[in-house]
């Protein structure tokens, strides 16, 4: 993960999921990973970038989902461990394009 943080929200509902993805990008410099349709209606957003960025990205986008539908969960880790990225492989969920 090139010691970028990882920041996630967990909705219920692809609309919700999308209105806070686009929050999240619009509010700071982070790169956008993809998203996990969890089951049950639930989607999962991911993105990374500078812990601050993530930070600031997750907190608007908890704030956009929250004015439409219901936000389930929203986590920084400001530090991943290298590991993680397996994890996050098996879901294809990897960075196309760097940061600037």
């Known amino acids: 993960m090139k010691h970028q943080a990882l920041g ?6 692809l609309v919700t999921a999308i209105e806070a993805a686009d929050a ?3 509010a700071a410099n982070v790169a956008l990973m993809g998203y996990e349709n969890i089951g049950s209606g639930m989607v999962t957003v991911m993105v ?24 389930i969960t929203a986590h ?9 990225e397996k994890i996050l492989a098996q879901h294809n969920l990897k960075v196309e394009e760097e940061l600037d």
């Open 48 to 71: 990374r970038g500078d812990v601050g960025a993530v930070k600031a990205s997750v907190e608007a986008g908890l704030e956009e989902g929250e004015k439409i539908g219901e936000v």
């Open 8 to 13: 996630m929200i967990e909705t219920k509902g």
């Open 24 to 26: 999240m990008m619009k």
């Open 76 to 84: 920084v880790i400001a530090r991943p461990h290298t590991d993680i």
